[in-house]
């Protein structure tokens, strides 16, 4: 990657420039995603259940359910996974859930602003 491009990210098409805003816009998203870190996909549920003993508190009225249960779920080639995390995995792991939420809406933002400067493209008129 050469100076110019690591300079200007988006940049290489001269005949659908940005603007001096849509650049600075593209570079903070670019400083934001580099700083990135560990990402874990999915998504975390706490559950609470009833068990199966009939004369057990979560039966009770009013109930007092079992957990909670810390519930991680993602799609592994095709299938959903799922898994129960310990509360010191969930303190351990709660940070690279929510950076890939964030790393998520950081690249929408990106192709939302790749979109507006595709809709700008005086060729779009011809």
Partial sequence: MGKTEAQNPGRQDK??????????EAARIAR????????????????????????????????????????????????????????DQLADYQPWLDNQRRLRALLAELEALSLAITDADPRWER
């Fill in 32 to 87: 934001e995603l580099a700083q990135g870190g560990f990402a874990l996909p999915g998504t975390l549920t706490e559950r609470r259940t009833r068990c199966g003993r009939a004369n057990c508190r979560c039966h009770a009225d009013p109930p007092v359910l079992h957990g909670p249960y810390h519930q991680w779920t993602r799609k592994a080639g095709g299938k959903t996974v799922t898994r129960l995390l310990t509360d």
């Fill in 15 to 24: 005949n659908v420039p940005p603007t001096p805003a849509q650049r600075a």
